[in-house]
């Protein structure tokens, strides 16, 4: 919840007793200024049952640099959602270390040892709290995610915790599935922040996928057994195990990446805090298996899942020998096309921001028309399909229905038949599924594979991509479709400090940004944008083609700004000899351009001489804006009726699937420095989408 009008008051208050008190003494501004009303920690010390929660919080220190307590933390300015566990939680929590055999037996003077005790007081302290300061956001029980989302704020930890809500009572619902709030004393009001009592210690796993999956592999209860031993024999367990980059961690803690002061900011830029590897597996649950192979889970073998793989024709042209670790062999094609090298939590399998007709200002809001994310798996690249909709029932993979896609259109789904419906990721509290601090497991009941009615459909549809969709970094680090208005992320250009391994920045003169339009009212597809600045030149390494054939790619361009600069593009599968494609692009050239050189007219109720319009704008290289998106919240506009918003067609070539295909960037204005590149999104599209004389491209 939004407290920023009653924190000026009380910061003009602090203000004047500066001004008043420096009069006399010496003031330490590192210092944080302590209300007189009542804080978080005012009312934690004021209520016996969380006399233990206090006590603990006063010894523990807000990190390893300072000498802060938690405790004094929480009697500062802030915005902080407090999870507070009772004496009674505590106790709960330490019997269950007691059972598991880390203390021999339920108290604080059984631990072996100060270090050890001092781990768990910070997992009980520091990820009972989320520190909303930065954002302004603390959260009220109304204000909580859904059913197995994520806070869009990390724990004083470093964590992320969800919520769970049980049908048979709406109104009850616990931190990560196993900490109830309490009915009775929740939403309580500090004047920095909330505070909900909970009934057990918010415990997030500190489990990699890779530990994770071993241990699965001899647990019959988990339901993922089968697919774990067959991700173990394809030897994944030690990459599955990466939690983050301990060299970036390093630099960044070093001084290594200063911030960035921008001149159209009046703040400065801050670098990514942290560089995390994520992964997200879909995994058959073991019922599927012993349902499909007629066995027993505990006597399922990889060479059973193999045989089933190859009986349903799925990689004709695998290798089929004992090898399972070479990306050839059809088990490891068959596991990876589950995995994803990137951690997506529930709320972002599907991201809802600016399409058609949906308002993300509206906590409750429904999927309206389609969503789509189009992800390359690990092992050798394909494509994954993640799709919500209205009709779809909640995200499915790989779904592919028929639209209403014409000019008048809703572009609803308009029918899909059985063997394009795709496979539900069931996300309620039934879902089983399992949250770890590198990766997200969601179990399915149906099996995926990339078979040639996958490649088919994916190969006869245009593929839009948010310029972020790319860095599977964005993602793992929370830069994606971030919650934080205005927010601003800036990376280095040194090439021994580069962020993303799916991108390259050539030249040291390169200012490179990832921007969030959250609640700017940009007509940015999903909000985000690639920026750049200065001399720059960047290559991006790009998705596979999901078959062979002719494709355009377009470029999302808005010219808002008239900081827009002008750069060549190039385009290749040799990264240290891409070539030249057309004519450099300006990125000032719009349909609200003088002289309007485009052909961009404003679409009229003769649907005939609107598509002439379009087909002289693709004469000159240009396409309107798609229809799918609007600027605002839940607008009217769309960047199909915004003069603004054009699309660039900058390649048009043959593609293979087999083959990695780069684009490159460049400036060609070396003298204007403060020209900028601009990126929103790419697509790909078919000859036979683009070319069709019978189904012209639709104007979504």
């Given at each position: 919840m939004k407290k920023r009008e009653r924190y000026l008051s009380f910061f003009y208050c602090f203000i004047l007793s500066l001004f008043i008190v420096s009069c006399t003494e010496d003031i330490d501004t590192s210092a944080r200024y302590v209300f007189t009303e009542r804080t978080i920690a005012g009312y934690l010390s004021d209520h016996a049952q969380f006399?233990?929660?206090?006590?603990?919080?006063?010894?523990?220190?807000?990190?390893?640099?300072?000498?802060?307590?938690?405790?004094?933390?929480?009697?500062?300015?802030?915005?902080?959602?407090?999870?507070?566990?009772?004496?009674?939680?505590?106790?709960?929590?330490?019997?269950?270390?007691?059972?598991?055999?880390?203390i021999p037996e339920a108290s604080w003077d059984a631990f072996p040892d100060e270090r050890a005790k001092d781990s768990i007081r910070a997992v009980i302290v520091l990820n009972s709290i989320l520190d909303g300061t930065k954002q302004d956001l603390a959260f009220i029980t109304a204000e909580f995610p859904k059913t197995n989302e994520e806070f869009s704020i990390n724990t004083m930890a470093d964590r992320k915790i969800s919520v769970t809500y049980y049908k048979s009572d709406l109104d009850s619902?616990?931190?990560?599935?196993?900490?109830?709030?309490?009915?009775?004393?929740?939403?309580?009001?500090a004047i920095n922040g909330y505070i909900h009592q909970v009934g057990y210690v918010i415990n997030p796993s500190n489990e990699t996928l890779g530990s994770t999956l071993h241990k699965f592999t001899a647990d019959s209860l988990c339901n993922l057994s089968v697919m774990a031993r067959c991700v173990e024999a394809c030897?994944?367990?030690?990459?599955?195990?990466?939690?983050?980059?301990?060299?970036?961690?390093?630099?960044?803690?070093?001084?290594?990446?200063?911030?960035?002061?921008?001149?159209?900011?009046?703040?400065?830029?801050?670098?990514?805090?942290?560089?995390?590897?994520?992964?997200?597996?879909?995994?058959?649950?073991?019922?599927?298996?012993?349902?499909?192979?007629?066995?027993?889970?505990?006597?399922?073998?990889?060479?059973?899942?193999?045989?089933?793989?190859?009986?349903?024709?799925?990689?004709?042209?695998?290798?089929?020998?004992?090898?399972?670790?070479?990306?050839?062999?059809?088990l490891n094609l068959f596991v990876t096309y589950h995995l994803l090298p990137q951690r997506i939590p529930v709320d972002k399998l599907a991201l809802h921001y600016n399409e058609r007709g949906y308002n993300y200002k509206n906590k409750n809001a429904s999927p309206v028309i389609p969503v789509w994310a189009h992800y390359v798996t690990m092992g050798k690249r394909r494509l994954l399909r993640i799709w919500e909709s209205a009709e779809s029932g909640g995200p499915c993979l790989n779904r592919f229905p028929k639209l209403n896609n014409g000019r008048h259109e809703d572009y609803h789904e308009k029918e899909c038949s059985e063997a394009n419906k795709g496979v539900k990721i069931v996300t309620d509290e039934t879902s089983g599924i399992v949250k770890l601090i590198n990766a997200i497991i969601y179990p399915i009941d149906e099996p995926i594979a990339y078979t040639e009615n996958v490649r088919n459909e994916l190969g006869k549809i245009r593929l839009r991509y948010d310029s972020w969709e790319f860095q599977p970094e964005a993602m793992n680090n929370d830069l994606r479709l971030t919650s934080k208005t205005d927010a601003c992320w800036y990376f280095s250009s040194d090439p021994d400090k580069q962020y993303f391994d799916n991108m390259t920045v050539n030249s040291k003169q390169t200012r490179f940004m990832l921007l969030s339009g959250r609640d700017q009212s940009w007509p940015n597809y999903q909000g985000d944008e690639v920026?750049?600045?200065?001399?720059?030149?960047?290559?991006?390494?790009?998705?596979?083609?999901?078959?062979?054939?002719?494709?355009?790619?377009?470029?999302?361009?808005?010219?808002?700004?008239?900081?827009?600069?002008?750069?060549?593009?190039?385009?290749?599968?040799?990264?240290?000899q891409l070539v030249a494609e057309g004519i450099p692009v300006n990125m000032q050239l719009g349909g609200n351009s003088t002289n309007n050189l485009l052909g961009w007219e404003k679409d009229t109720d003769d649907d005939d001489y609107d598509a002439e319009v379009d087909k002289k704008m693709r004469n000159n290289g240009f396409m309107k804006g798609p229809e799918y998106i609007v600027a605002s919240a839940g607008g009217r506009e769309t960047n199909r009726m915004n003069a603004g918003s054009t699309r660039r067609i900058v390649v048009r070539e043959p593609m293979s699937p087999d083959v990695v295909y780069y684009m490159r960037f460049k400036t060609v204005q070396p003298d204007y420095t403060t020209k900028q590149l601009f990126v929103d999104y790419l697509e790909w599209c078919p000859k036979e989408v683009y070319d069709n004389p019978e189904h012209p491209e639709d104007i979504w």
């Amino acid at each position: 919840m939004k407290k920023r009008e009653r924190y000026l008051s009380f910061f003009y208050c602090f203000i004047l007793s500066l001004f008043i008190v420096s009069c006399t003494e010496d003031i330490d501004t590192s210092a944080r200024y302590v209300f007189t009303e009542r804080t978080i920690a005012g009312y934690l010390s004021d209520h016996a049952q969380f006399s233990e929660y206090v006590r603990l919080m006063k010894e523990q220190r807000v990190s390893d640099v300072s000498e802060t307590s938690v405790y004094q933390l929480m009697t500062a300015y802030g915005c902080y959602t407090c999870f507070a566990p009772t004496n009674d939680a505590i106790q709960l929590y330490l019997d269950s270390l007691a059972i598991k055999g880390v203390i021999p037996e339920a108290s604080w003077d059984a631990f072996p040892d100060e270090r050890a005790k001092d781990s768990i007081r910070a997992v009980i302290v520091l990820n009972s709290i989320l520190d909303g300061t930065k954002q302004d956001l603390a959260f009220i029980t109304a204000e909580f995610p859904k059913t197995n989302e994520e806070f869009s704020i990390n724990t004083m930890a470093d964590r992320k915790i969800s919520v769970t809500y049980y049908k048979s009572d709406l109104d009850s619902c616990a931190i990560d599935g196993i900490c109830p709030v309490s009915k009775v004393n929740r939403d309580i009001e500090a004047i920095n922040g909330y505070i909900h009592q909970v009934g057990y210690v918010i415990n997030p796993s500190n489990e990699t996928l890779g530990s994770t999956l071993h241990k699965f592999t001899a647990d019959s209860l988990c339901n993922l057994s089968v697919m774990a031993r067959c991700v173990e024999a394809c030897g994944l367990i030690d990459t599955l195990t990466r939690v983050r980059d301990e060299r970036y961690e390093v630099l960044y803690k070093t001084g290594a990446f200063p911030d960035f002061n921008w001149q159209l900011r009046s703040w400065p830029i801050p670098p990514p805090e942290h560089r995390k590897y994520g992964f997200t597996l879909f995994a058959e649950k073991d019922e599927f298996w012993e349902r499909t192979l007629g066995k027993d889970r505990r006597t399922i073998t990889v060479q059973d899942v193999m045989d089933w793989v190859d009986d349903q024709g799925y990689y004709p042209d695998a290798i089929k020998d004992g090898n399972f670790s070479d990306e050839k062999n059809l088990l490891n094609l068959f596991v990876t096309y589950h995995l994803l090298p990137q951690r997506i939590p529930v709320d972002k399998l599907a991201l809802h921001y600016n399409e058609r007709g949906y308002n993300y200002k509206n906590k409750n809001a429904s999927p309206v028309i389609p969503v789509w994310a189009h992800y390359v798996t690990m092992g050798k690249r394909r494509l994954l399909r993640i799709w919500e909709s209205a009709e779809s029932g909640g995200p499915c993979l790989n779904r592919f229905p028929k639209l209403n896609n014409g000019r008048h259109e809703d572009y609803h789904e308009k029918e899909c038949s059985e063997a394009n419906k795709g496979v539900k990721i069931v996300t309620d509290e039934t879902s089983g599924i399992v949250k770890l601090i590198n990766a997200i497991i969601y179990p399915i009941d149906e099996p995926i594979a990339y078979t040639e009615n996958v490649r088919n459909e994916l190969g006869k549809i245009r593929l839009r991509y948010d310029s972020w969709e790319f860095q599977p970094e964005a993602m793992n680090n929370d830069l994606r479709l971030t919650s934080k208005t205005d927010a601003c992320w800036y990376f280095s250009s040194d090439p021994d400090k580069q962020y993303f391994d799916n991108m390259t920045v050539n030249s040291k003169q390169t200012r490179f940004m990832l921007l969030s339009g959250r609640d700017q009212s940009w007509p940015n597809y999903q909000g985000d944008e690639v920026l750049a600045e200065g001399v720059y030149d960047i290559t991006f390494t790009l998705p596979p083609v999901p078959k062979f054939g002719i494709y355009e790619i377009r470029m999302g361009v808005s010219t808002y700004s008239g900081t827009r600069g002008i750069c060549q593009v190039y385009w290749g599968s040799r990264k240290d000899q891409l070539v030249a494609e057309g004519i450099p692009v300006n990125m000032q050239l719009g349909g609200n351009s003088t002289n309007n050189l485009l052909g961009w007219e404003k679409d009229t109720d003769d649907d005939d001489y609107d598509a002439e319009v379009d087909k002289k704008m693709r004469n000159n290289g240009f396409m309107k804006g798609p229809e799918y998106i609007v600027a605002s919240a839940g607008g009217r506009e769309t960047n199909r009726m915004n003069a603004g918003s054009t699309r660039r067609i900058v390649v048009r070539e043959p593609m293979s699937p087999d083959v990695v295909y780069y684009m490159r960037f460049k400036t060609v204005q070396p003298d204007y420095t403060t020209k900028q590149l601009f990126v929103d999104y790419l697509e790909w599209c078919p000859k036979e989408v683009y070319d069709n004389p019978e189904h012209p491209e639709d104007i979504w």
